[in-house]
T-cell receptor, first 114, second 112 residues
Framework: DAKTTQPPSMDCAEGRAANLPCNHS???????VYWYRQIHSQGPQYIIH???NNETNEMASLIITEDRKSSTLILPHATLRDTAVYYC???????????????FGKGTRLSVIA | DVKVTQSSRYLVKRTGEKVFLECVQD?????MFWYRQDPGLGLRLIYFSYDVKMKEKGDIPEGYSVSREKKERFSLILESASTNQTSMYLC???????????FGPGTRLLVL
């Protein structure tokens, strides 16, 4: 089962920042937070991931609360092409014990509106 | 650039047919995965493989088998296709823990 909770849908005006929340209250100390998105009829696309510190890349920023029980993905200037389902996933650090696949929940359907 | 390819984007098969879905990655990744995606159910893991000739069952392996004879190729096999296997099938790969998991474009399978 997915270990994250996300709102099922959100709207965002084009050009505005889209802030997508995710709750992961049972996250363990060795679990990372990953964000993927899936545009209609395509495979999921990696966006960003982090452990404790806030992260930023060319696509988005990831803000993780100090207690790590929730996080927010920020798309700073949403465009129509950002309309997609966004998945927040926690994944354990399995460096020494093999690999664990990503477990996807239902995600948040983000609609960017012109 | 990272690349995961799947043999077909769309496939139509008849009930009882044996179906092969092929996935190839060119990134020398050890780990490969097969998911299926259905409306309202999200992505569910069918099988994964962490090395050549190794396989592990995911959450819904029934009715499926896999083959990993070469590192770059991971095949999903439907021994006898049924209508409830109509779905979008997604292949993915990753190299190590904390690396990102890259997905193929998906194969939309219709079983009649």
């Amino acid at each position: 089962d997915a270990k994250t909770t996300q709102p099922p849908s959100m709207d965002c005006a084009e050009g505005r920042a889209a802030n997508l929340p995710c709750n992961h209250s049972t996250i363990s100390g060795n679990e990372y937070v990953y964000w993927y998105r899936q545009i209609h009829s395509q495979g999921p696309q990696y966006i960003i991931h982090g452990l404790k510190n806030n992260e930023t890349n060319e696509m988005a920023s990831l803000i993780i609360t100090e207690d790590r029980k929730s996080s927010t993905l920020i798309l700073p200037h949403a465009t129509l092409r950002d309309t997609a389902v966004y998945y927040c996933i926690v994944r354990v650090d399995n460096t020494y014990s093999g690999n664990t696949p990503l477990v996807f929940g239902k995600g948040t359907r983000l609609s960017v509106i012109a | 650039d990272v690349k995961v390819t799947q043999s077909s984007r769309y496939l139509v098969k008849r009930t009882g047919e044996k179906v092969f879905l092929e996935c190839v990655q060119d990134m020398d990744h050890e780990n490969m995965f097969w998911y299926r995606q259905d409306p309202g159910l999200g992505l569910r893991l069918i099988y994964f493989s962490y090395d050549v000739k190794m396989k592990e069952k995911g959450d819904i392996p029934e009715g499926y088998s896999v083959s990993r004879e070469k590192k770059e190729r991971f095949s999903l096999i439907l021994e006898s296709a049924s209508t409830n296997q109509t779905s979008m099938y997604l292949c993915a790969s990753l190299r190590e823990p904390q690396e990102t998991q890259y997905f193929g474009p998906g194969t939309r399978l219709l079983v009649l």
